[in-house]
């Protein structure tokens, strides 16, 4: 008698690439970091006195270092989708390299420090520009958000269709809830998926 093997259907992983973006000392790195299930790779350095009237740290007094070229992790959701995670610089003598960054991603968050809102506005006029779809992300400093949605929408006049939320940038959980919103939305905007409706693994 010979035995019949049946083999599984091989199963498909979907890859995504996100940006992680947002103003010098928003928490960028901070996310990657949290979110990443991999040790992530980041290319922080020490920051000098070449910085300084360059680099506006009053806001900021405890950063000590930088990001200068990008921060990559990456984090699985359930097993059908792998997140591929890119921070991008925050200074503006290292937005030459966005060009690069954004090839071949789906979406972008926009992470808020609502000290220093004009300092975002870069990056949502990049992305708006490349029709590239994001949401606007309140990093809740202290764990204390002191501005709402609703407010933090107006003062960026962000169209309603872009979600803003919010999140404290050191924990995984959190970093992790905001990607799958991300996500939620792409596919929302491609019609892959009905607004609203989570994606497996989700908490939402």
Same mark, same amino acid.
């Given at each position: ?150 407010? %933090?929408?107006?003062? @960026?006049?962000?169209? /309603?269709? #872009? ?5 404290? *940038?050191? +924990?995984? =959980? ?8 991300? %996500?939620?939305?792409? @596919?929302?905007?491609? /019609?892959? #998926? ?5 994606? *497996?693994? +989700?908490? =939402?």
């Amino acid at each position: 008698m010979t035995a019949t093997v049946t083999t599984p259907r091989a199963h498909r992983v979907t890859e995504a690439k996100l940006l992680i973006a947002g103003g010098f000392g928003a928490g960028k790195t901070t996310m990657v970091g949290s979110a990443s299930e991999v040790t992530p790779f980041t290319t922080e350095e020490i920051m000098t006195s070449a910085g300084v009237g360059v680099d506006d740290t009053r806001n900021v007094p405890g950063k000590t270092t930088t990001t200068s070229c990008l921060d990559y992790g990456r984090v699985s959701i359930d097993r059908d989708l792998i997140l591929h995670l890119f921070g991008t610089p925050g200074q503006t003598r290292f937005w030459y390299m966005w060009d690069e960054l954004i090839r071949g991603c789906v979406g972008a968050v926009v992470l808020v420090d609502t000290r220093r809102l004009a300092d975002c506005f870069a990056a949502i006029d990049f992305f708006e520009h490349r029709r590239l779809p994001y949401l606007v992300a309140i990093n809740c400093f202290d764990g204390v958000q002191y501005h709402d949605a609703k407010d %933090v929408r107006e003062a @960026l006049a962000v169209t /309603g269709d #872009v979600p803003v939320v919010s999140l404290d *940038a050191r +924990s995984g =959980a959190s970093s992790r809830h905001v990607l799958i919103s991300l %996500v939620e939305h792409v @596919l929302s905007l491609r /019609g892959v #998926v009905a607004a609203g409706t989570p994606l *497996a693994g +989700s908490t =939402a």
